[in-house]
């Protein structure tokens, strides 16, 4: 029953996206170009929403829908780990003109092309835990 309310929840959030224009490869663009407010509101807005329910599982020690402690351990602070994938992350996005989330929405609403950046990422998720031993941390 959860994995139903899972899958409602992620069309739900798919619909959003896909009708706040979140997932449109000319709203990307224009934010990278600095055109426009539209996608640096949503994501503030996220972020906001993001962080607010970070705090509230913290301060009120929530479980997750199975029982279970929900533990957020602290982050290791390093300005050039988040500075390298912070481009490598934009730079992408900036290609395939969609982040992870959109990618799957624009391949639910017909864009079959979408399928090589779903691919790419996904080869590329794989090669980095195949060299993650390797790499600096």
């Given amino acids: ?24 490869w000319f709203r990307i663009y224009e934010m990278f170009r600095f ?24 301060r009120n020690n929530i479980n997750s829908f199975y029982g279970e402690s929900i533990t957020i351990s602290p982050k290791e602070r390093s300005v050039a780990r988040y500075l390298i994938g912070g ?12 982040c992870p989330g959109p990618m799957f929405v624009l391949l639910g609403a017909g864009y079959v092309p979408i399928i090589v950046a779903i691919l790419s990422a996904i080869l590329g998720t794989f090669l980095y835990g195949v060299l993650k031993e390797k790499l600096p941390h």
């Fill in 87 to 98: 481009i490598l992350f934009g730079l992408g996005w900036a290609l395939a003109g969609a």
């Fill in 1 to 24: 029953m959860r994995s139903i309310i899972y899958l409602v929840i992620g069309i739900f959030f798919g619909i959003v996206l896909f009708k706040s224009e979140a997932a449109s």
């Fill in 35 to 58: 055109g426009s407010f539209h996608m640096y509101g949503i994501i503030g807005s996220a972020v906001v929403l993001g962080s607010i329910s970070i705090q509230l599982i913290k």
